[in-house]
């Protein structure tokens, strides 16, 4: 017996196809949808993560800041107190000096050479007097450029033959009027000059930086 199948067999599979078409695209849109979400929220987590270390580092930032605002006030103040330091240091040498430029000055002033006036302007030291020979005034200059403990580089300004002399027709002797200038050493140079000798010999006679006993420039005897 032969059986023939009258139902309309090929609508039936072309609905079955379409149902699992759109059963298909429903669960794709669905997981799409699943996994956008999922995105978003990694998304706004890591947004997030990075947003609190942003707020980590902008507080560090401005802690640190602080701190160097700190560090600028404590240099600033170490500066000041390391200026109010020197301020003493060279107050306390520059009382001295003085003491110091006149017994050197009597040290090394030969036989035949008076001073009449000493002007001291910071290192820079204005000697003028009068003096017997030009010989004696280059023997001033020797020994306050190779001699003097606490005075350097002299130069001679002027030398000349002294216009009292010349006025007193009794006085046969010729005086002459010099004006030189002289360097003063600062209190370290002349500790390290000091410190740095090798020989005994050449330490031997040479005054101590410390307060000399201070003596008068006298005037030759005529």
């Given amino acids: 017996m032969i059986l023939i199948n009258l139902l309309p067999h090929r609508e039936e599979k072309r609905r079955l196809r379409k149902q699992a078409f759109f059963a298909g695209l429903g669960l794709a849109v669905g997981v799409g949808g699943l996994l956008v979400a999922g995105g978003y929220a990694v998304q706004q987590q890591m947004i997030s993560n990075q947003q609190a270390r942003n707020d980590y580092l902008a507080a560090a930032n401005r802690k640190l800041d602080e701190e160097i605002k700190d560090v600028s006030a404590l240099k600033a103040e170490i500066e ?31 036989e035949g050479i008076y001073l009449s006036s000493i002007r001291q302007d910071g290192r820079t030291v204005m000697v003028t007097g009068m003096a017997q020979t030009n010989e004696r005034v280059s023997e001033f ?31 046969p002797k010729r005086l002459f009027e010099f004006s030189m200038r002289l ?35 006298a005037a030759p005897q005529s």
Avoid: H
């Fill in 141 to 171: 200059l020797r020994n306050t450029g190779n001699r003097s403990t606490w005075l350097e580089r002299p130069e001679l300004q002027e030398i000349k033959v002294s216009a009292v002399a010349q006025k007193d027709a009794r006085n």
């Fill in 183 to 217: 360097t003063l050493k600062q209190p370290q140079d002349v500790a390290e000059a000091a410190g740095g000798a090798s020989a005994p010999a050449g330490a031997k006679g040479r005054k101590a930086p410390g307060r000399p006993p201070l003596a008068p420039v």
């Fill in 80 to 110: 000041s107190l390391k200026a109010r330091q020197r301020a003493v240091e060279d107050l306390q040498t520059n009382r001295n000096m003085p003491v110091y430029l006149l017994n050197e000055l009597v040290a090394q002033t030969p």
